[in-house]
């Protein structure tokens, strides 16, 4: 992604620089402080991951999938039950549990994989410096080029460099 990197000497600064972002309307793509703020997970908290769903069909599937093994093993085998139903539900939910938890497990870990883009190659990020580490705050504000360092100047940042694609630094 490219965009304009701030970076600056306190935090102020950066709050000011998050809050004119939102009220302006542009991207906030991602936040380096040197210590865990939780004034910034407002401005960057992602939406809700598509993952839950993929977990519920997976236990969806393993349910289904341990139920039809149960019940199809008792039909082709014919197993004499002394007078009771063949294909009894309450003995059968046991391995439709236990595919359950398998098939569900299996999914959230696929679903992690898939939606969270690991495994994660491009190590720092493109907008990390190694002075967030250290004592300074970046913002890296995505749109308009322009628009992003007059806000990102105007906010008070020390330096205002473009990050990502052919401008990276």
Known sequence: MKGMLGIFEDTGGMMRALEQARERRVEIIDVYTPVPHHEVVEFVSPSKSPVRYVSFSGGLIGLASGMALAIGTALVWNLIV?????????PFLVVGFELTILFGGLATLAGLLLFGG???????????????????????LGGDEREARRLLEEAGAVEVRPVGGEAQA
């Open 118 to 140: 690991m495994p994660y190659r491009k190590f720092p990020a493109p907008g990390y410096r190694p002075e967030f580490s250290v004592d300074r705050f970046g913002v890296w």
């Open 82 to 90: 002394g007078g009771k139903p063949v294909t009894s539900i309450i």
